[in-house]
């Protein structure tokens, strides 16, 4: 059973940057999809950004050009790292292989 290990919400203001990242107790592709999710006040759980084991990485409109993602395969890590960041990106941050979650971290973006 996979474990995966969120950490490096916080609180930020708005148009600052954030790093979360997630520690797996497994090798990080231990499926083919590694990634974040998020849940926002009000909205069901969406797609931050992924990344697959082949390299493609599927980013969501509302962060593209702001948020990316990276692997580290030697340390079974995966990291999002988050810039520019604005209120209505406050929420759960959960780190996911689409079969097993992490428990989640909160990021609060103040205006």
């Known amino acids: 059973q996979v474990q995966l290990v969120e950490s490096g919400g916080g609180l930020v203001q708005a148009g600052g940057s954030l790093r979360l990242s997630c520690a797996a107790s497994?090798?990080?592709?231990?499926?083919?999809?590694i990634g974040w999710y998020r849940q926002t006040p009000g909205k069901q759980r969406e797609v931050v950004v992924v990344t697959y084991k082949n390299g493609m990485i599927v980013t969501a409109n509302s962060v593209e050009g702001r948020f990316g993602i990276s692997v580290d395969q030697a340390k079974n890590e995966v990291y999002l790292n988050m810039t520019k960041l604005k209120p209505e990106d406050t929420g759960v941050y959960y780190c996911?292989?689409?079969?097993?979650w992490g428990q989640g971290t909160q990021v609060t973006v103040s205006s």
């Open positions: 497994g090798p990080i592709f231990s499926g083919n999809v």
């Open positions: 996911t292989d689409t079969s097993h």
